[in-house]
């Protein structure tokens, strides 16, 4: 398993301003994911971040608005741009227990933003 | 394209009661199916995978799932809810082939009354 923490937990903040979000794993990962959960909504992939690399990311989401940093194998993190209420959501990072498709994936505890 | 749908927002039962939480998926081949628990203010928990093999899987605190290929579905089940179950859960599906991450199917909050 590993062990994930997300800094801040939660946050309210003004339009437009940006936000940034840390993710922290106590052992190296190769792939990490940032999702977003809406308000009763279910987890949406934002996206895929690998060390060394850009992020991959997912149809509605651009890296303007969410760009993401990898800069080592334990470590990421997630900058919400110019945020609207829209962006009001639950951010959470998650790892893979491995490398095989059949593998699942452990979350951090989530950072709630709250976008006024 | 992989999907999954669970039908029910809500579901409630009395403590000591069983309970079930539907799934059901579509893949192109063959499935990897997870479920996962959301206490409020937390994370996801996994609970437990069905990979291949045994069609009835065991998982953390009880619970259990069962794999239905003709019918396409991974119910979660339990004999004996708990009020501590009570919580959000999700069932999740990736295809074999398929290099996309987790789909995450809409959420299902579990209310067991005391």
């Known amino acids: 398993s590993a062990v994930i923490s997300q800094k801040p937990s939660r946050d309210i903040c003004q339009r437009g301003t940006s936000l940034t979000i840390q993710c922290q794993v106590d052992?190296?990962?190769?792939?990490m994911f940032w999702y977003r959960q809406q308000p009763g909504q279910s987890l949406t992939l934002i996206a895929t971040a690998n060390q060394g690399s850009e992020a991959t990311y997912e149809s509605g989401f651009v890296i303007d608005k969410f760009p993401i940093s990898r800069p080592n194998l334990t470590f990421s993190t997630l900058t919400v741009s110019n945020m609207s209420p829209e962006d009001s959501s639950i951010y959470l990072c998650?790892?893979?227990?491995?490398?095989?498709?059949?593998?699942?994936?452990?979350f951090g505890p989530g950072t709630r933003l709250t976008v006024l | 394209a992989q999907s999954v749908a669970q039908p029910e927002d809500q579901v409630k039962v009395a403590e000591g009661n069983p309970l079930t939480v539907k799934c059901t998926y579509s893949?192109?081949?063959?499935?990897?199916l997870f479920w996962y628990v959301q206490y409020p203010n937390r994370g996801l928990q996994f609970l437990l995978k069905?990979?291949?093999?045994?069609?009835l899987v065991k998982g953390s605190y009880g619970f259990e799932a069962e794999f239905n290929k003709s019918q396409t579905s991974f119910h979660l089940k339990k004999p004996s809810a708990l009020v501590s179950d009570s919580a959000l859960y999700f069932c999740a599906v990736r295809d074999e082939g398929s290099a996309r991450q987790l789909t995450f199917g809409s959420g299902t909050q579990l209310t067991v009354l005391p």
């Open positions: 069905y990979i291949t093999g045994d069609n």
């Open positions: 893949v192109s081949g063959n499935p990897y």
């Open positions: 998650s790892v893979p227990l491995g490398l095989a498709s059949y593998n699942e994936q452990f």
């Open positions: 052992s190296q990962v190769t792939m």
